[in-house]
């Protein structure tokens, strides 16, 4: 799954990196191999809140809910999309990982080399922070649709719902941790303080959307 790497992607057009099985994925993630890992488990973080949204959309269906089916069924298709961007995104992290380590691999005998070495470096560690920092971005937009239907959905799934909430602010804390590990590798103080910034707003605004939802479905419980 997260672990394959882009050359493998590559060779294969129609391979998906969530073909592979849970338990090919458990065992590759758990391994000692020097591959991609935080990124691409938010993304499949944000995969799986995103799948519980669309179920709980899904179910929310018939006579009783026929006021809002439009919007349920609105939902489904940006659940849906969410769950294919974070695909996306989990590939775009692997091929941020694998750039950063060839990058690490480039000659430095002497000044030229080195110096091509260094912007290389600086190129990967920026591309390292903004895909997580995207997922992050994306994770709370779809947290804040979610959070709409909140007072719609059917009663039986609102416990689903609050998973769904708990799962993408996850991936948005899980993306932000990515983030900051690579803010360290970035030289420009313009760009590492924008990164730092928007991160830190978005990783608080995702925790207060979660704890506001989840507030929600409790008081629906009562």
């Known amino acids: 799954m997260q672990q394959q790497s882009a050359d493998?992607?590559?060779?294969?057009g129609e391979q998906q990196v969530f073909d592979q099985t849970i338990r090919?994925?458990?065992q590759v993630s758990a391994s000692s191999a020097p591959t991609p890992g935080g990124g691409s488990i938010a993304a499949l973080s944000a995969a799986l809140g995103a799948s519980m949204g669309s179920m709980v959309a899904n179910i929310t269906s018939g006579p009783k809910f026929e006021s809002v089916r439009q919007q349920m069924a609105d939902i489904v298709v940006l659940?849906?999309?969410a769950m294919l961007e974070a695909e996306s995104f989990l590939k775009k992290d692997m091929e941020s990982f694998n750039g950063y380590m060839a990058a690490l691999g480039l000659?430095?005998?002497n000044d030229e080399e080195k110096k091509m070495r260094s912007l290389a470096l600086q190129k990967a560690a920026v591309q390292a922070a903004s895909v997580p920092l995207h997922l992050m971005k994306r994770s709370l937009e779809i947290m804040s649709a979610l959070d709409k239907i909140t007072e719609e959905v059917n009663k039986n799934v609102i416990s689903d719902l609050g998973i769904a909430l708990i799962m993408l602010d996850a991936a948005v804390q899980s993306?932000?941790?990515t983030v900051e590990i690579n803010l360290?590798?970035?030289?420009?103080?313009?760009?590492?303080?924008s990164f730092q910034e928007t991160g830190a707003e978005l990783s608080s605004q995702s925790n207060e959307r979660k704890?506001?939802?989840?507030q929600k479905i409790k008081e629906k419980l009562v």
């Open 79 to 81: 659940m849906q999309s």
């Open 175 to 177: 993306a932000w941790i």
């Open 211 to 214: 704890l506001q939802v989840l």
């Open 184 to 193: 360290g590798s970035i030289k420009d103080a313009g760009v590492r303080s």
């Open 107 to 109: 000659p430095k005998e």
């Open 24 to 26: 090919q994925f458990l």
């Open 8 to 12: 493998a992607l590559e060779t294969n």
